[in-house]
């Protein structure tokens, strides 16, 4: 069975950073596509950012320059290193992993609540 | 970049057919993915490759794509198929694409 555990989210300031963690189990994410998609209050699904098989890593234009996916694959472990942080960041983040060519998202986390406020 | 318009709501009688579109362009040219979220939940996947149903997924869900618009059909609407639906397509210029999602209400 496939389980993917995000962890690392909380309240932080405007300007802040935060890192999540998303821990797999039944599934090696040196193997896989691996994608975070949020969902922020009110509104519909977003995609984050997603690191290729090969590594290559991939942003949505609204967290580029800010946010960085990397893996460790000892760990088997997916990270989504956020800075720079803006109240607009506000969201249940979620890891997932992303199928194929055209990247149909089959198995999805739990979700992890970053909150951006003063 | 590539945008995905979906209707903001819909609402259907328990037993009927709901159907849900997605608009964009040329969309009959990509592969269309959807997705079921019910509140507080993760998004499940439903439909994959335009029409394919993942295991487990009941038969009453099917879905179409062709020319601008790809639909999302669900047969004999239950209390329980009450939820946000999202389409989604990978494009070259814009990556992963969701559409704004639409709420599916049963009456």
């Known amino acids: 069975e496939v389980q993917l555990v995000e962890s690392g989210g909380g309240l932080i300031q405007p300007g802040g950073s935060l890192r999540l963690s998303c821990a797999a189990s039944g599934l090696t994410v040196s193997t896989n596509q691996m994608i975070w998609v949020r969902h922020a209050p009110g509104k519909g699904l977003e995609w984050v950012s997603l690191i290729s098989i090969p590594g290559t890593t991939y942003y949505a234009d609204s967290v580029k320059g800010r946010f960085t996916i990397s893996r460790d694959n000892s760990k088997n472990t997916v990270f989504l290193q956020m800075s720079a942080l803006r109240a607009e960041d506000t969201a249940v983040y979620y890891c997932?992993?992303?199928?194929?060519?055209?990247?149909?998202?089959?198995?999805w986390g739990q979700g992890n609540m970053v909150t951006v406020s003063p | 970049s590539y945008v995905l318009t979906q209707s903001p709501s819909v609402s259907v009688a328990p037993g009927k057919t709901a159907r849900i579109t997605c608009g964009g362009h040329?969309?009959?040219?990509?592969?269309v993915h959807w997705y079921q979220q019910k509140a507080g939940q993760a998004p499940v996947l439903v439909i994959h490759y335009d029409t394919d149903r993942p295991s487990g997924i009941p038969e009453r869900f099917s879905g179409s794509n062709s020319g601008n618009m790809a639909t999302l059909t669900i047969d004999r609407v239950e209390a329980g198929d009450e939820a946000d639906y999202y389409c989604q397509v990978w494009d070259s210029s814009s990556d992963v694409v969701f559409g704004g999602g639409t709420k599916l209400t049963v009456l």
């Open positions: 040329i969309i009959g040219s990509k592969s």
């Open positions: 997932a992993r992303a199928f194929g060519g055209s990247y149909y998202i089959d198995y």
